[in-house]
């Protein structure tokens, strides 16, 4: 009996169950940490904000990270992160602190 081909889509099915998927870009990464700046400055970005600070169009990044359940957005606004995108950006942090 042939076994199935190991394609990878397991390891994507068991990062979404979490309700995020853990495989982001560096860029993505990158406008996650400043959406975090901005959230713990007690301020929702825009995407024109988020754009206006990268220098580029911050649109399909946002959508993406929305998409895989990192952040929440309404509108143009990004209003919130995810419960487990939180503990993963404070590891980020902490790791980032130690380098």
Not at 22 to 41: P, R, S
Request: glycine share 10%; proline share 4%; net charge negative.
């Amino acid at each position: 009996m042939d076994r199935p081909v190991d394609t990878g889509a397991d390891h994507q099915l068991r990062a979404h169950s979490g309700g995020v998927d853990f495989n982001i870009t560096a860029e993505e990464q990158n406008l996650l940490l400043v959406i975090v700046d901005h959230l713990d400055a007690g301020k929702t970005p825009t995407l024109d904000e988020l754009s206006a600070h990268a220098g580029c169009d911050t649109r399909p990044a946002v959508e993406s990270l929305s998409r895989k359940g990192w952040i929440g957005v309404r509108d143009d606004t990004v209003l919130t992160l995810s419960p487990m995108a939180l503990q993963a950006v404070r590891s980020l942090r902490y790791g980032r602190r130690g380098a």
